[in-house]
């Protein structure tokens, strides 16, 4: 199962085991419990303290193999098998499972540690799933430290009758004791607060009395990272405050044009930016919501949704940008029941079955070949008279055989049950006429839309477009208030040009604050 590399990687990493691991397998005589004995015997192999045991029980899946070890009280099992994305999250398992120790502040293992009740976690993942780690790797830890805490982490692939019964059409897809309790993205931090009914206000109440900040950061992407770094290297007082660390490059799949790095991934370069964040005293602050942006005398005063107010002499605004809807009757009442975003997450979840895919540039036509691969047909629609995707992916695509590409076309609904989508309409802008198409899932890929809508009343120049001007120096209309990155008018949004438009930012903040403070 594992090549000579990964076996001698995995070995290394076992070394750290501080206990025992024993490996408990379900499996029958089906090609899908071959594939997982060959990986459980690869691990087996790597470590002396390492145990495997086949054994039959009633009321879980094969195939499947839970990790526990000799004297603890561990539920945590995998149904399928943890390869692609979900293989880091197996080896985190293993390691967690022996004892070594996790890399989460000593205040959430105690959180974790006396959350009291029944939760039985159940997790739909796809190995091609980038989100996907983030949540079983939580679930796997918090499985770990607490003995009522139960998770399955279940391979959707290898359970199509049970994801089409439990209309999963979306991957990370969360159960909790049998009922839907989350879908996307979701890190440790989140999934805690939202069963620990006290978290919020408590969170919001060691936040109430915090003193203004020099700069203060709204946003947790490249170019809030960057700002924060930057800003606390001049010794200043530095807040970041972000709704998910990270930003839309967790949501990034290959990432192959960062200079110095050759190739990585969206969820790798958002660990490395928090990191490097951590490195300095910086007052990170999670799960905030920006809502309301009010500039006074004492200086600018950002409200959350949670009742948290925020201060800062002065702001730099970096709260990026998110998939752009298309506004038509049936894309909100079927979002995640088909109408996806990801389709390196959710396309597994149509194989098989007829999709389509709105967007005729690089992102909708790599959409297109992606899927391609893995479902029966695809349907590409575009609005323009001709694609905009560069020309090698353009004739990648024609040269597919199971897509049909809508040009000149606007899709004009989506269409559904009651429970998961069925079709979508188009009309034809040359004639008018109307269309349909059936399919099973409809994957939007038109662009993104700057994240700015809590703005629009504060004094900060937005476009129509909705970006925030900016000038050279990330000075907005408003004194004091800076921006970068993609929720800007900062041409080319790229990764590189978020960081250096954060680090503009930080040092015009900066010099703003010595010449405001000088002496007349």
Not at 262 to 290: I, S
Not at 308 to 336: F, Q
């Amino acid at each position: 199962m594992l090549d000579d590399g990964l076996k001698a990687q995995l070995a290394a990493y076992l070394e750290r085991l501080v206990r025992p691991v024993h490996i408990v397998a379900a499996l029958d005589d089906g090609e899908p419990s071959r594939e997982v004995r060959a990986l459980l015997d690869d691990i087996a192999a790597a470590s002396p303290k390492v145990t495997l045991e086949l054994r039959a029980e009633d009321g879980v899946h094969v195939p499947s193999f839970a990790l526990t070890s000799p004297g603890q009280d561990i539920h945590l099992r995998f149904a399928g098998l943890p390869m692609g994305h979900e293989f880091t999250s197996l080896v985190l398992a293993l390691l967690q499972t022996g004892g070594y120790p996790p890399k989460v502040e000593d205040e959430l293992v105690e959180q974790i540690k006396a959350l009291d009740g029944e939760f039985r976690f159940e997790t739909y993942f796809s190995q091609s799933c980038q989100s996907c780690p983030d949540v079983v790797q939580a679930l796997n830890l918090m499985s770990v430290l607490n003995p009522k805490i139960h998770h399955v982490a279940i391979d959707g692939a290898y359970f199509p009758e049970e994801v089409e019964a439990r209309e999963v059409m979306t991957v990370p897809t969360i159960f909790l004791n049998g009922e839907r309790f989350g879908q996307g993205r979701m890190g440790i931090e989140e999934i805690v607060a939202k069963i620990d009914s006290g978290a919020e206000a408590r969170e919001a109440a060691k936040l109430k009395d915090t003193a203004p900040f020099d700069v203060l950061v709204i946003g947790g992407g490249p170019a809030g990272a960057a700002a924060a770094v930057y800003a606390a290297r001049k010794g200043i007082r530095t807040g970041l405050a972000a709704e998910r660390f990270g930003g839309q490059v967790l949501d990034t799949n290959s990432i192959e044009n960062f200079i110095s790095v050759k190739e990585t991934d969206g969820p790798k370069l958002a660990g490395a930016l928090e990191a490097h964040v951590r490195e300095y005293e910086v007052d990170l602050m999670n799960r905030l919501r920006a809502q309301k942006l009010v500039p006074g005398p004492e200086g600018i005063t950002v409200e959350f949704e949670n009742g948290v107010s925020l201060v800062g002499k002065t702001v730099v605004l970096a709260t990026g940008a998110r998939w752009r809807d298309i506004n038509v009757p049936g894309e909100a009442e079927y979002r995640t029941r088909g109408v996806a975003y990801c389709p390196h997450c959710d396309g597994p979840l149509f194989k098989g079955k007829n999709v389509a895919v709105i967007g005729g540039g690089n992102s909708g036509v790599e959409a297109a070949i992606d899927l391609a691969g893995v479902v029966e047909h695809v349907t590409l629609i575009e609005f323009l008279p001709e694609l905009k995707a560069d020309g090698v992916l353009v004739r990648k695509l024609y040269s597919l055989p199971n897509v049909t590409v809508v040009k000149n076309a606007q899709t004009t609904e989506i269409l559904g049950d009651g429970s998961r989508v069925t079709g979508l309409t188009y009309a034809d802008r040359a004639s008018g006429t109307s269309h349909q198409v059936d399919v099973a899932g409809v994957f939007i890929q038109i662009g993104l839309v700057p994240v700015t809508d809590w703005l629009k009343d504060s004094g900060v120049e937005l476009t129509r477009h909705g970006e925030i001007a900016v000038d050279a120096r990330g000075q907005t209309s408003v004194p004091g208030v800076f921006a970068a990155g993609d929720a800007t008018t900062s041409p080319y949004k790229q990764i590189v040009i978020a960081m250096g438009s954060g680090a503009t930012a930080a040092l015009s903040a900066f010099d703003h604050l010595i010449r405001s403070s000088a002496p007349a």
